[in-house]
């Protein structure tokens, strides 16, 4: 029995450690050290969390020389990270006066880029790590959540000379939102979704008073409580159309030019393209 007890104790300490996570990294103790380079006396320091555990790490420059001491952790001028453990981990970092965001980072929110670091997966940085959380990992006695279907009911339509607005259903146990849209509503979004919360019902894309685009697509994906990504499904695209019928841009002589819509289809003098029909037929509609 002694032998038997001392087994199953082992058993779940080591089903526990496989739970935790662990990341190694190391720092510069200056802002000027170069990507993947780390610099001084600091060495490699450890950070293990358990599941569901979330550390906020100090990035103040004025403590960049010092290492963790159990209690305190300083995440300043990282620039190599490794996954130590069996569990991927969140991280959120905050590039550094010379560095720009890591490709493990996936969301962006003001300066700080969330990502997941996986198992076994070391990146050289040059950022702080001001954040590292440890996911809580699936059990034999919680069944998987299956994929997150897509968001349905898209739509989308010209409101205003000033504006479109995305519409779409909701989607059941949706974290958040992903609207990717072309050409981006901001430079800093070339690429890269803007982001929705799981309440979000609806998206506004601010046309350029001065020389708007032709025509926007936008595409749409729901994220799930427990991450997994939807497939991206498209909204109708909206061509541009400025109040009076006339397109968006002029010609050499400075009058409109023609609408870019199907068919050469053109709305009456005051209003603007709406939206577009399954069969191509566009809907027109007075400035509100």
């Not at 906020?56 to 020389?65: F, G, N, P, R």
């Not at 989607?171 to 979000?200: D, I, M, T």
């Not at 695209?237 to 053109?266: F, L």
Request: aromatic letters at 6%; a positive charge; proline letters at 12%.
């Amino acid at each position: 029995m002694k032998y038997v007890v001392t087994f199953l104790l082992c058993a779940f300490s080591a089903a526990a450690l496989a739970q935790e996570c662990r990341i190694e990294y190391q720092r510069a103790d200056n802002m000027w050290a170069h990507l993947g380079r780390p610099d001084g006396a600091l060495g490699t320091e450890t950070l293990t969390l358990k599941p569901g555990e979330r550390k906020v790490l100090i990035t103040d420059w004025k403590y960049e020389k010092q290492k963790n001491d159990g209690t305190n952790y300083y995440g300043s001028h990282v620039r190599i990270m490794r996954n130590a453990g069996q569990q991927p981990v969140e991280v959120v970092v905050v590039p550094g006066a010379m560095g720009a965001m890591p490709r493990l980072v996936n969301r962006v929110d003001g300066n700080r880029g969330v990502g997941t670091l996986k198992p076994g997966q070391s990146e050289p940085l040059q950022v702080d790590l001001a954040e590292a959380f440890c996911p809580v990992a699936a059990t034999t006695a919680t069944p998987a959540q299956p994929g997150i279907t897509p968001p349905t009911g898209l739509m989308a339509r010209q409101n205003s000379p000033h504006d479109i607005v995305l519409n779409w259903q909701p989607v059941p146990n949706a974290r958040e939102y992903r609207v990717y849209v072309s050409p981006p509503p901001q430079p800093h979004l070339q690429g890269k979704p803007a982001v929705l919360s799981g309440s979000g019902r609806h998206f506004v894309i601010t046309i350029p008073r001065s020389n708007p685009p032709p025509a926007y697509s936008a595409s749409i994906e729901a994220v799930g409580q427990d991450g997994s990504v939807s497939q991206r499904v498209p909204f109708p695209t909206v061509p541009v159309q400025v109040a009076g019928g006339g397109g968006p841009a002029t010609g050499p002589s400075g009058s409109p030019s023609t609408p870019a819509s199907p068919g050469g289809q053109q709305c009456p003098p005051g209003q603007f393209v709406t939206g577009i029909s399954a069969s191509g037929q566009i809907t027109c509609a007075a400035p509100r």
